[in-house]
């Protein structure tokens, strides 16, 4: 049985290529997403692309899906779950607690929140609520990452295995005020990085100037992971370090259907594929990145 998703905040295009892939339409096949459907949208709000949602929303009535004026009348489609599609990390935590104040599991698009205090105030609603809630750069399971990590996995269960001591990842690294430094684009290498550490960072330093930031944390075993976001930027790839040192480029083609899989497992399981602890990391690393940026590159604790 398919579930039955709601869709709102049309001010990016992955409103419509999400829909597409889990509604098998307008997208050819080998995208596709199985298990849910959305069966209602709504374009929503904007507290950073205001201008795009018009066009995002003639693009989804495409679909062929009612499309309403608020989240009220969200809830009349009978929704399983829902898809929180906004831009801007600084919106998320209104539209957040709507949903889980009725019960209803979400997935939060990037940036999650643009403040700490907000992630942990979703989360925390989320845990009192008993439902699931995930937010991930698509990135984050690009097919190149994933592949690495179960090829590392699979070979780190031997006691010679080479320990994994750090990686770079690098990326676009566009800005926004609204979604100030490494939480516009800048997050989907963060994302990669977080994929291939995971969570443990301890301080982080960044330097920035106005065609590039440079980002490093260190983590508590020791591991060293950097960030490297250009300005326009283009390619996506990381580099790791072990015995080896491994260039991996990574390729966008199948990455949001590599996302939707995940969401809707998590819909069907009712546990996120990750760590609430690492998605708040995450946004501390970034929060305090920044603050490193504004402060001539001077590390900032995570604590």
Known sequence: MS??????DFDTSHAFEFAARLNHRGISEDQWVDGAEVVVGCPGKSIIFPERIPTETEKIKKLDFPLVESAEEMLAHKIDAVLIEGNGGDQHLDRAF???SK???AFVDKPFACKFDDARKMFDLADKAGVPLMSSSSLRY??????WKEKFQASSSSASAPPLLGAI?????SQHPLNPGLFNYGIHAVEMLFALLGKGCESVACSSSKHADMTTGIWD???IGSIRTDRPGGAYGFVTFTDRVEHVPVSTAYIYRELLKEIVGMFQTGKSPIEPAETIELIRFIEQANASAANHGIPHPIA
């Open 3 to 8: 579930l039955r998703l709601g869709m709102i």
């Open 98 to 100: 709507f949903f889980l």
């Open 103 to 105: 019960k209803i599991p």
């Open 142 to 147: 690009a097919p190149e990452v994933k592949a």
């Open 169 to 173: 990842t690098f990326g676009p690294g």
């Open 221 to 223: 075993s020791g591991q």
